[in-house]
């Protein structure tokens, strides 16, 4: 176990190459087991749930080699049609292995998945689509029993789930006849993972849009370099705003990032969008904001919702957040408020009272984001602070340490104890 330890008061300034996106490779690792001649992915990131993917697909029977950042996969001797209940419980994403296994194998059994604690995360959707595509699927408490040859078929989602319109897009790869999705999810790793079955040879329509159309298809061989982490962007952008420092962010997709660096915008930075490119300068103090509402792709997401809090603790003015994807997701204000920071919350609505000191203090990160989100405090605390939870952070953000000392501030790594 290891605390993030964090002398806080310097100005992050420099510039950073993103990581390619946790959220993308997931399900890009999962597509894998769909592909005959399996698949080369490039500039994936060296993080915690990337192993826990590898070791799922390792266990199912395929190859993996990584070298770098690329990971090469071939399923060919895939053998195994069930994942254990451990395996299950490292992460939510392992959930994505159903879809495609089922289509693959004609039955399998998985448990109910993992995945930061942020209120209910149910996977219904997931199960309604699948059960409308044909298989039958039946629940022995956490364990998920699935059997059935997939047709293809019309899933009406009643929320546009990340998850289940993934899960779903794979299913319908494996299943006979067209599959249509409505209210399918929009965000950007949709599109990467559209694009990447398409180099494989599928017929998807739709991208990018609420509607996707996918004809069951054999899916070949593809090489595909992985779409660099929004998450990653907004995070160092938000500890960049919030340290009043400056930053330029390479390999970055600013039209993923619009309803992050137009809030960044409103609370006084200077954002310059580029080709591949973001950079901001923040004022000495930034401004309160109007009402933050979270909200499916393409508006702000979830994801960013605790860094963004943390960036605006010492703004002039009172922001509101108002949280409507997940029910629990608060859980990093009790250590923010040990910095000093003014919060009231009550139900979906957070109210952050800027002030205009934060004191160094411990803190316990209980998820990934709001891991990130207190460093994004401490970075602008007086004094030190200590985050334990580290392991939680690593699930999200590669070498999240050095990558805050590149830009000047001054960030460790202790180990438990010490
Ligand atoms: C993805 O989770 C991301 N994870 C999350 O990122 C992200 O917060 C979330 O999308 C929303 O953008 C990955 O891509 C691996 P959802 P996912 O299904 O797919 C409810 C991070 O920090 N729901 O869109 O699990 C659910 O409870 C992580 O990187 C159902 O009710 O999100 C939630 O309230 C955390 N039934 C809402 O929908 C279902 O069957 C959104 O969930 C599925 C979801």
Redesign the pocket.
């Known amino acids: 176990m290891e605390r993030l330890v964090i002398q806080g008061g310097a100005r992050l300034k420099g510039a950073l190459r993103v990581q390619g996106a946790?959220?993308s490779v997931?399900p890009l690792l999962a597509a894998s087991v769909l592909l005959e001649e399996g698949c080369v992915l490039h500039n994936c990131p060296r993080l915690s749930d990337v192993d826990a993917a590898v070791e799922i697909l390792e266990y199912l029977g395929c190859r993996v080699t990584r070298e770098g950042h690329s990971i090469r996969v071939d399923p060919g001797g895939l053998t195994r049609n069930h994942i254990s209940r451990e395996k299950m419980q490292t992460m939510?994403?392992t959930i994505l292995f159903l879809g495609p296994l089922l289509a693959r194998t004609g039955s399998c059994s998985v448990y109910e998945p993992g995945g930061?604690r942020?209120?209910?995360?149910?996977?219904?959707?997931?199960l309604m689509g699948l059960e409308a595509l044909g298989a039958e699927i039946t629940r022995e408490e956490d364990r998920l029993c699935c059997r059935g040859r997939l047709r293809g078929g019309r899933v009406v989602l009643p929320?546009p789930?990340?998850?289940?319109t993934e899960n779903l897009i794979l299913a319908a790869l494996g299943a006979a006849g067209t599959t249509t999705i409505y209210n399918a999810?929009r965000?950007p790793?949709i599109g990467d993972l559209i694009a990447f079955c398409r180099a494989a040879g599928a017929r998807i329509y739709g991208a990018g849009t609420s509607m996707l159309e996918i004809e069951g298809s054999a899916l070949r061989a593809a090489e595909h370099r992985v779409v660099p982490d929004r998450?990653e962007a907004a995070t160092f952008l938000t500890a960049a705003a919030g340290t009043g420092g400056e930053l330029l962010l390479t390999d970055a997709r600013p039209e993923h990032l619009t309803a992050v660096l137009q809030v960044l915008e409103a609370a006084g930075c200077r954002v310059e969008r580029g080709d591949g490119e973001i950079f901001l300068a923040a004022p000495r103090r930034l401004r309160a904001v109007p009402p933050i509402h979270t909200a499916?792709y393409p508006g702000f997401?979830?994801?960013a919702q605790a860094p963004m809090m943390a960036a605006l603790l010492r703004a002039d003015g009172v922001t509101v957040f108002d949280e409507t994807?997940?029910?629990d997701r608060y859980r990093h204000v009790p250590g923010l408020r040990r910095l000093g920071a003014e919060i009231g919350t009550a139900g979906a609505l957070a109210a952050v009272t800027g002030v205009t000191r934060l004191r160094g203090a411990d803190m316990e990160a209980t998820d990934?984001?709001g891991g990130a989100a207190m460093a994004v405090a401490a970075l602008q605390a007086e004094g030190e602070s200590r985050i334990a939870g580290v392991h939680h952070m690593m699930r999200?953000y590669e070498n999240f340490a050095q990558r805050l000392r590149s830009l000047g501030c001054a960030v460790t790594l202790e180990a438990d104890g010490a």
């Open positions: 946790k959220n997931l939510r994403s930061c942020l209120g209910a995360r149910p996977v219904d959707l997931h929320f789930s990340v998850g289940a999810a965000e790793e998450m499916p997401p979830t994801d994807v997940f029910s990934l984001r999200g």
